[in-house]
């Protein structure tokens, strides 16, 4: 099992902030700033018009129907898709003009799907995460290779460690690349349906562990329950536009599923825990 405790709570370069810290710092300038963003391919604009922040230590949720745009929109966050208008900050600074390796060092992305890694092994996967941090040809430290192997047990890869992550399942790999995604100690995290190919254990622990990180996050959702129960704020999205945007009580309503999803719910509390819950209809 996942212990509660994150390997990342001390980094090897220096003290880091505690979770509690670093969700107190809301006050100040948000992390991540979206102005105003527009993407057009083709005369068809994906993207119209969006903006919001993103306070440090937040954890954001993206939800909206399939072709929304939500993983469009992260696309220009972590700059794959430069906008065709508007404009992206992280930590003060236009993310397009950074070079790669202070973006890298800023922000981690998870994606859905993963390439095959060249035969790597997961434990090689997993030190990729040092790379932003390193100079051309340095060689990992002691400490560096304690929190590869902290890693590495915490998020259950032990028996993996050896494996070529080409012959993994999709549940695996995503939690190669979270793994591999901590060890980078990014200010952003971003992840694109986190939980896809995860079992229900797995997709519960894996937020868990996501929530309790001193970083701020942004991920996107199908799964509505599971974004009600880990978000801070969620960004609702349709037809590349952002629609609604508030906490999960203050979005997920019955009359907003109807609308977006267009999906007949009911609503209401948790059982457990003071969040929604959305029931679907699923018979006529």
């Not at 220009?76 to 430069?82: G, K, T």
């Not at 040092?130 to 060689?139: A, G, I, N």
């Not at 012959?167 to 990014?186: F, I, W």
Request: proline share 4%; charged share 25%; net charge negative.
């Amino acid at each position: 099992m996942m212990t509660d405790k994150s390997p990342t709570d001390k980094a090897p370069t220096g003290q880091a902030l505690t979770d509690q810290t670093i969700r107190n710092k809301h006050n100040s300038a948000p992390l991540v700033q979206v102005n105003g963003l527009s993407w057009v391919v083709d005369g068809q604009r994906l993207l119209d018009d969006i903006s919001f922040s993103i306070n440090e230590g937040e954890f954001v949720g993206i939800i909206g129907p399939n072709g929304a745009g939500k993983s469009s929109l992260m696309r220009c966050l972590y700059r794959v898709n430069r906008p065709s208008e508007g404009s992206v900050y992280c930590a003060g600074d236009d993310v397009w003009k950074l070079s790669a390796k202070e973006s890298a060092r800023r922000t981690a992305v998870i994606l859905q799907e993963t390439s095959e890694q060249m035969g790597l092994s997961v434990e090689q996967v997993v030190s990729q995460g040092l790379t932003p941090h390193k100079k051309l040809f340095e060689l990992d430290t002691e400490a560096d290779r304690t929190l590869i192997n902290k890693l590495i047990t915490e998020l259950e890869l032990e028996s993996l460690r050896t494996h070529s992550f080409a012959t993994l399942s999709g549940g695996e790999k995503q939690r190669v690349m979270l793994a591999r995604a901590m060890l980078q100690r990014p200010r952003l995290l971003i992840m694109d349906e986190p939980t896809n190919h995860l079992d229900v254990h797995f997709q519960i622990e894996v937020l868990r562990k996501v929530k309790k990180l001193p970083i701020t996050v942004l991920a996107s959702f199908h799964d509505l329950n599971l974004a009600a129960a880990f978000c801070d704020r969620l960004i609702v999205m349709d037809k590349g536009k952002l629609v609604a945007h508030g906490s999960p009580s203050e979005v997920i309503s019955e009359t907003l599923i109807s609308e977006v999803f267009r999906t007949c719910c009911v609503v209401d509390k948790h059982p457990l825990y003071d969040h929604p819950r959305v029931s679907y209809a699923v018979h006529e």
